[in-house]
């Protein structure tokens, strides 16, 4: 049983755009990239995985189960990349902090922590608010609190290449190989060329009809 398995998804929202219908499926250790310009439903594709939206045909399975990202079998085991969202009064450190904690890391919340903001380089912005920073830094922010959870099997990743300069990139594509190597299933919606050269395989979305 695959770790992610779409067939026929369409999502249709009338006045001509629809997209799909695309299937592909996601296995362990792999880097399997949605590719595709913009509009031609990456993000949508991304959505219907995490089931935060229904597609109106097919079907998508994430460990055979209809996915839901509200429900805790889901959290537990699924990193998706989001808009980073933070109490104003915490820093950099707290927030990651928070997360850690939030996935059951207790006395390893600390070191996990002290760990991401040395892989994404942000140990000298760890005491700022995350509304204080770049950007680039906040994308990298964004990608730690994904990275933190030791437990994760599945990283859902839309654009993580947003805003990263030429070194964070090739560090992306660096990281995401290791977590490949150690099992973990990389599904990801990116125009990066360092992510496509590590990719196992790509998923080719038609553009969206004008």
């Known amino acids: 049983?695959?770790?992610?398995?779409?067939?026929?998804?369409?999502?249709?929202?009338?006045?001509?755009?629809?997209?799909g219908p695309?299937?592909?499926?996601?296995?362990?250790?792999?880097?399997?990239?949605?590719?595709?310009?913009?509009?031609?439903?990456?993000?949508?594709?991304?959505?219907?995985?995490?089931?935060?939206?229904?597609?109106d045909e097919g079907g998508v399975a994430v460990w055979g189960r209809t996915p839901r990202r509200a429900e805790l079998w889901f959290r537990a085991r699924v990193g998706v990349l989001d808009d980073v969202s933070a109490f104003p009064e915490l820093t950099v450190r707290e927030?990651?902090?928070?997360?850690?904690?939030?996935?059951?890391?207790?006395?390893?919340?600390?070191?996990?922590?002290?760990?991401?903001?040395?892989?994404?380089r942000l140990a000298d912005h760890a005491d700022v608010s995350p509304y204080k920073l770049s950007r680039g830094l906040r994308q990298l922010l964004g990608l730690a609190a994904v990275l933190i959870p030791?437990?994760?099997?599945?990283?859902?990743?839309?654009?993580?290449?947003?805003?990263?300069?030429?070194?964070?990139?090739?560090?992306?594509?660096?990281?995401?190989?290791?977590?490949?190597?150690?099992?973990?299933?990389?599904?990801?919606a990116t125009h990066s060329p360092e992510l496509l050269a590590a990719a196992s395989r790509t998923v080719d979305l038609d553009p969206a009809e004008p």
């Open 1 to 19: 049983m695959g770790v992610v398995t779409a067939d026929g998804l369409v999502r249709d929202f009338g006045g001509g755009r629809r997209v």
């Open 22 to 55: 695309v299937g592909f499926a996601v296995g362990e250790g792999e880097l399997v990239v949605l590719r595709g310009g913009n509009g031609s439903g990456k993000s949508t594709v991304l959505r219907l995985v995490c089931g935060e939206e229904a597609p």
């Open 95 to 120: 927030h990651l902090t928070l997360v850690a904690v939030g996935h059951g890391l207790r006395d390893r919340a600390a070191a996990r922590v002290d760990w991401a903001l040395d892989a994404c």
């Open 150 to 188: 030791e437990q994760t099997r599945l990283l859902l990743l839309d654009e993580p290449e947003r805003h990263l300069d030429a070194r964070a990139r090739a560090w992306l594509a660096e990281t995401l190989t290791e977590r490949r190597n150690s099992g973990t299933a990389v599904l990801a």
